[in-house]
């Protein structure tokens, strides 16, 4: 069973507007911790944000925040003031205490950011 | 921020022909590394969990014989494509956490390897 997923496969938005870029994921431990990652086409990973599953606030780092809604598990990333270089894909991924700490990736959402 | 770096990022190879992929942490220890492999437009899979000193654990339909990790310090893991064929052309990366990570211990990466095997 998918543990994370990303129905967006592709995404426009213009250039200063904001996007939501959707996750839900599928788990059964308590402790957990939700990352969204960028990745250009050069293939770097670039980590953009972390939401803990006992994290009370919704976490936000600059123009990125996370809409966590835990009781539908629920982990949208939300890109405010959208730039021409924020055309990348985006990957949602979870990391599972019960899981050893590996990093599981969703298919990810290809983000265009039009002039 | 911590650095992993992962070398080299682009190789060919010919098809029977065996390579190997170094990942490093520059900065910090790691007693686990994994290795994922992305083909085109798609996402990242996990192939296996490095450990220190001990066995790789292999994900379910990776073939341990053809991705041979070998994890022989805090800092070094290496993967190798033994009898490489067209079919393992891909991008491998590898990713790292401090020692003692934590489920909120953002998972560095390297900066991922096309090989391609013709």
Redesign the interface.
């Given at each position: 069973a998918q543990k994370i997923t990303q129905t967006q496969p592709g995404m426009f938005v213009q250039e200063k507007e904001a996007v939501t870029l959707d996750c839900t994921y599928d788990t059964s431990d308590p402790?957990?911790?939700l990352?969204w990652?960028k990745q250009p086409s050069s293939?770097?990973?670039i980590?953009l944000i972390?939401q803990?599953?006992y994290d009370q606030q919704n976490a936000t780092e600059g123009r990125y925040s996370l809409n966590f809604q835990k009781a539908r598990k629920s982990a949208n990333l939300v890109i405010s003031a959208s730039q021409l270089g924020d055309s990348a894909m985006y990957?949602c991924a979870m990391?599972?205490?019960s899981g050893?700490?590996?990093?599981?990736?969703?298919?990810?959402t290809?983000l265009f950011v039009k002039a | 921020g911590a650095v992993v770096s992962q070398h080299p990022s682009r190789v060919i190879c010919k098809s029977g022909t065996s390579v190997k992929i170094e990942c490093r942490s520059l900065d910090f220890q790691a007693t686990t590394m994994f290795w994922y492999r992305q083909f085109p437009k798609q996402s990242l899979m996990l192939m296996a969990t490095s450990n220190e000193g001990s066995k790789a654990t292999y994900e379910q339909g990776v073939e341990k014989d053809k991705f041979l990790i070998n994890h022989a310090s805090l800092t070094l893991s290496t993967l190798t494509v033994t009898s490489a064929h067209p079919e393992d052309s891909s991008f491998y990366i590898c990713s790292a956490s401090p020692q003692g990570g934590a489920i909120n211990n953002e998972a560095f990466f390297g900066q991922g390897t096309r090989l391609t095997v013709v």
């Open positions: 402790s957990y911790g990352f990652y293939g770097e990973m980590f972390y803990g599953s990957f990391r599972e205490v050893g700490f590996k990093t599981i990736f969703g298919a990810g290809r | -």
